[in-house]
């Protein structure tokens, strides 16, 4: 069992933007129980896409269940980050067809701009900003689509 300290720790070399010496080192002291409280760390940060990504590209053994378990999690926020784009593009729709001005914040914009590979930003959600002018319009806008 890892203490809280060393789990924070391989995170944080998990997090890293590309495969490192030092990620390998550190994954490869994780046996599969281990890795299984690592992953639960990681999902308690959200960072557990980055774990999965971390863990296929450190060459590090680990079990076929550990790494089914892992691949399920990336299918998942794939799947996630796909329902969401898919809701953006009814929302742009329709309040475009409203005259709405809107901005997305947040999720699916970091997510497509900042992230190296989309499926990396954990979110559940669309953020949207409209001027308060606009508020009612978009509500009804919205409602209407």
Do not use: N, W
């Not at 046996?31 to 990504?53: G, I, S």
């Not at 296929?56 to 892992?70: F, I, N, Q, W």
Request: include cysteine; proline fraction near 6%.
């Amino acid at each position: 069992m890892k203490s809280r300290r060393e789990l924070g720790s391989a995170l944080v070399v998990c997090t890293a933007d590309r495969p490192t010496e030092a990620r390998r080192r550190v994954l490869s002291r994780f046996d599969d129980d281990e890795l299984a409280q690592l992953a639960h760390h990681a999902a308690r940060h959200r960072v557990v896409p980055f774990l999965a990504a971390a863990v296929r590209t450190s060459e590090v053994p680990v079990s076929d269940e550990a790494m089914a378990s892992l691949a399920r999690t990336h299918a998942t926020r794939t799947a996630a980050h796909l329902r969401v784009m898919a809701d953006l593009d009814s929302v742009r729709d329709a309040l475009s067809a409203g005259d709405v001005p809107y901005l997305v914040i947040k999720g699916p914009v970091l997510s497509e701009h900042l992230y190296p590979s989309a499926d990396l930003r954990m979110y559940e959600d669309l953020d949207l900003l409209t001027p308060p002018g606009f508020f009612e319009r978009a509500v009804d806008a919205l409602r209407g689509s």
